[in-house]
């Protein structure tokens, strides 16, 4: 197996938004983000700019989570 490494200079992830909205929608989806939004109390059906925050929020705190 090759595994290519890239440092945070060479890929801008902030930068190539051209997979973020299928990404998103894709996270979106999931089982698992539908029941981290219900167990915050949140609508995981929002739209917009506030899917964009919700879908920001999971992955944060998820990979929060793993990092512990």
């Known amino acids: 197996m090759n595994f290519k490494l890239y440092s ?15 990404l998103k929608q894709a996270i979106a989806t999931t089982s698992g983000f539908h029941r981290w939004a219900l167990d915050k109390g949140l609508n995981p059906q929002v739209k ?16 929060e989570t793993l990092a512990y």
Do not use: A
């Open 8 to 22: 945070s200079d060479s890929v801008s992830v902030q930068g190539d938004e051209s997979f973020w909205p299928q």
């Open 48 to 63: 917009g700019e506030d899917l964009d925050d919700l879908v920001h929020t999971y992955l944060k705190q998820t990979l």
